[in-house]
């Protein structure tokens, strides 16, 4: 059993997000970490090599720059070795161009059964990424995945709908995006971060992968502020401020 | 060439037409030109719906018999695409079989796509999209530069739903063509998850909790607020991540958009992820513990303090009301 897991390194979530003034697209210049979001699928991935009991975990991410640090962590939580497509002609690429990117990174990433991906990173959100790369590679694909299953040639999934989950069974190989939360991402064992030090991280360009037009059909063409709702009234609270909830809503005759 | 052409990926369900198909729908059709309404599936008794709120044509894929839409309803667009009606648009809900649908079409067509917008203009043969950023305190507006098809997801409750079109609806078949190796997902049971009370995304009062809550069992305290207000109870990423609600509870980016009368924060710090979701309620009431939190920026009301003492307080007081 053999799984792909797409990664994305992205800007600490915590940090207050910036858009570069000249491209007016997000910047991501600093330290990368890995998408928390991600964190979900690479242990999804481990649990079901560990449950086939023979393969591997190969994880493949695309960056403007070199970073690795957000790959190492995945790499120390188990997974065996990294390509990176790293390349300058992909900052600001589009979802269409990343899919296509990744998709040519699983061609050097050996083979496999599944291929993981989160729903949406935790930055850019578009959230196409993974079915746009199964259409990229001609394969099925389930999304929004809440368990994974597999069995022999099939993967079971749970799927996630506006109303409750679908049960659904798909060939392999198959590409499933997981959503956060259905499994707990192991910490990375002090064992494991220095074992991550050495593993493989293959670095390739876009050119490498037979990605030749990297342009994208969009263009920013201005960024403002929304407008501020008005501010509200602030009260510490001081053991009767439910009152004023009260009549907060007694106001509003919700009550 | 102006945009004159636009589709709208629409939904039904027993006869009725997804609240998202109709918005969408009322929003193509102020654009001007012929709008289009692709339904993944049968449109039955909703087909006079979608008219009535746009749709000059209809296109109807059939009864999509287990498969999933993102590879079934591309497919049978690219066709139809391929058979000379070429859109100049195409709105798709920001929601799970739009968003597949539109990836996988994306690729057929090799066109860029924009998601997570919530408005839309043209001027010309140029559109334009505009999208909020940062929880909703910036908005980036994209133009499409390529050629058409324009491929776009909007989120719910992006626009009003206004019927009174009296557009013709003249029903076509948009057949699934042969999948091949895509067409290898099928949906063997669905599972509907009940919950008591108004729908979260069409309640008019909205009561969510978040990690300030401490403990799963602390969302008693949001469910009883939620019940004493006949509203619906939400949560934040955080709680859902963490495995305290489903999913379904989701408020926010990834979750539901609310736009309720009044939504209460229980212990909801506000992180972008979730404002994207609840910034368009008419009233925000917060409680929460630490007044630098990104969610008083937002209140009408704030309440810095402890959930777990204000939460029970007014819960006692509300009850006492009867």
Redesign the interface.
């Known amino acids: 059993m053999n799984v792909i897991v797409c990664v994305k390194q992205i800007p600490d979530?915590a940090l207050?997000?910036e858009?570069d003034p000249s491209t007016?697209t997000l910047k991501r210049d600093g330290k990368l970490i890995l998408d928390e979001s991600d964190s979900y699928g690479v242990e999804m991935a481990l649990q079901l090599v560990n449950t086939a009991g023979e393969g591997s975990v190969t994880l493949v991410s695309m960056a403007p720059n070199d970073e690795v640090s957000g790959l190492r962590t995945a790499l120390a939580m188990g997974a065996a070795k990294a390509v990176l497509v790293s390349d300058p002609v992909l900052a600001g690429a589009?979802?269409?161009t990343t899919?296509k990117v990744l998709a040519g990174a699983v061609g050097k990433a050996g083979d496999y059964d599944l291929i993981i991906a989160g729903?949406?990173s935790?930055d850019g959100?578009?959230?196409?990424?993974?079915?746009?790369m199964?259409?990229?590679l001609?394969?099925?694909?389930?999304?929004?995945a809440?368990t994974i299953a597999v069995d022999g040639s099939t993967v079971r999934v749970d799927?996630?709908?506006?109303?409750?989950?679908?049960?659904?069974?798909?060939?392999l190989p198959?590409v499933v995006s997981v959503?956060?939360?259905?499994v707990e991402p192991r910490y990375p064992s002090f064992k494991g971060i220095m074992a991550a030090k050495s593993k493989p991280v293959e670095t390739v360009t876009a050119a490498d992968l037979g990605v030749e037009s990297v342009s994208?059909?969009?263009?920013?063409?201005?960024?403002?502020?929304?407008p501020a709702?008005?501010a509200?009234?602030?009260?510490?609270?001081d053991?009767e401020?439910?009152?004023?909830?009260?009549e907060?809503?007694d106001n509003?005759k919700?009550? | 060439m102006a945009v004159n052409n636009i589709w709208v990926f629409s939904q039904a369900n027993d006869d009725e037409a997804t609240t998202a198909s109709l918005e969408l729908l009322t929003k193509a059709r102020s654009l001007g030109g012929t709008v289009s309404a692709f339904v993944a599936g049968v449109a039955g008794g909703a087909a006079a719906q979608l008219a009535d709120h746009g749709a000059a044509k209809i296109y109807e894929t059939g009864d999509l018999a287990g498969a999933?839409p993102?590879?079934a309803v591309?497919a049978a667009m690219q066709a139809v695409i391929d058979g000379g009606d070429v859109p100049d648009l195409i709105m798709f809900p920001q929601?799970?079989e739009g968003?597949?649908v539109?990836?996988?079409l994306?690729?057929?067509l090799?066109?860029?796509?924009?998601?997570?917008s919530t408005d839309v203009t043209v001027d010309g043969d140029s559109v334009?999209v505009q999208t909020?950023?940062?929880g909703?305190?910036?908005?980036?507006?994209?133009?499409?530069?390529?050629?058409a098809p324009f491929l776009a997801a909007f989120r719910p409750k992006s626009f009003e739903a206004a019927g009174g079109a009296g557009a013709a609806g003249e029903l076509a078949s948009a057949p699934i063509p042969d999948l091949?190796?895509?067409?290898?997902?099928?949906?063997?049971?669905?599972?509907?998850?009940e919950t008591s009370g108004p729908k979260l995304d069409e309640a008019?009062?909205v009561v969510s909790g978040g990690r300030g809550l401490g403990e799963a069992d602390k969302f008693d305290m949001v469910e009883s607020l939620a019940k004493?207000?006949k509203g619906a109870p939400g949560a934040s990423?955080a709680i859902?991540?963490?495995?305290w609600v489903p999913?379904?509870y989701q408020v926010g980016?990834?979750g539901k958009v609310v736009k309720p009368?009044?939504y209460v924060a229980a212990g909801i710090s506000g992180a972008?992820?979730h404002m994207v979701g609840m910034?368009g309620a008419k009233?925000?009431?917060a409680i929460n513990k630490d007044?630098e939190a990104p969610i008083?920026?937002?209140?009408?009301?704030?309440?810095?303090?402890?959930v777990h003492?204000?939460m029970p307080?007014?819960i006692a007081?509300?009850e006492a009301?009867g």
Request: include cysteine.
């Open positions: 979530p207050p997000g858009l007016n589009d979802a269409l899919a729903t949406e935790s959100y578009t959230g196409t990424v993974p079915e746009q199964a259409e990229v001609g394969l099925p694909s389930v999304g929004f809440k799927r996630q709908t506006e109303a409750g989950y679908d049960e659904v069974s798909c060939s198959a959503t956060a939360g259905v994208w059909a969009q263009s920013i063409s201005s960024v403002e502020d929304a709702r008005e509200g009234e602030i009260i510490e609270d053991g401020t439910f009152n004023k909830i009260v907060f809503l509003l919700v009550i | 999933l993102g590879a591309s929601n799970y968003r597949d539109l990836s996988r994306s690729v057929k090799d066109r860029t796509v924009l998601t997570n334009t909020p950023i940062f909703g305190s910036k908005l980036v507006n994209s133009t499409f530069t390529g050629v091949g190796s895509t067409g290898g997902a099928t949906i063997t049971s669905v599972h509907v998850e008019a009062v004493l207000l990423r859902v991540d963490a495995g999913y379904s980016q990834t009368t009044v972008t992820q910034k009233n925000i009431i007044k008083f920026g937002v209140a009408d009301l704030g309440i810095v303090g402890d003492k204000v307080a007014l007081a509300l009301r």
